[in-house]
């Protein structure tokens, strides 16, 4: 076999192999995420606003620590109240009144 076609074998070998990964490829899903750290680690919960896929979950400590910071349980990206925020906090929302 003469180098010329040596070199179109490889080309077609590297293009089936190619070919081959592309299909058994599949997308991997990244693990769930803290929205306040951050971190993949530990359990999450629901904040109960109306944020969707994981901009509604977040550690339970950090959530605690979050929302008492802001004195509210009106969350910041969808502005509705996160139900499941334990505590007694002021209502900053726009037309005012208390949670």
Known sequence: MDPEEQL???DTIEEIVSEELEKTMVDIPSPPRCRICFDVDGEFIDLGCACKDELI????????????MKNTKI????????TNVEGDFEYKGLSGGYV
């Open 8 to 10: 179109q074998d490889q």
């Open 57 to 68: 979950l977040a550690h339970e400590d950090c959530v605690k620590k979050w929302f008492k």
């Open 75 to 82: 969350c910041e990206i969808c502005n509705k109240v996160a």
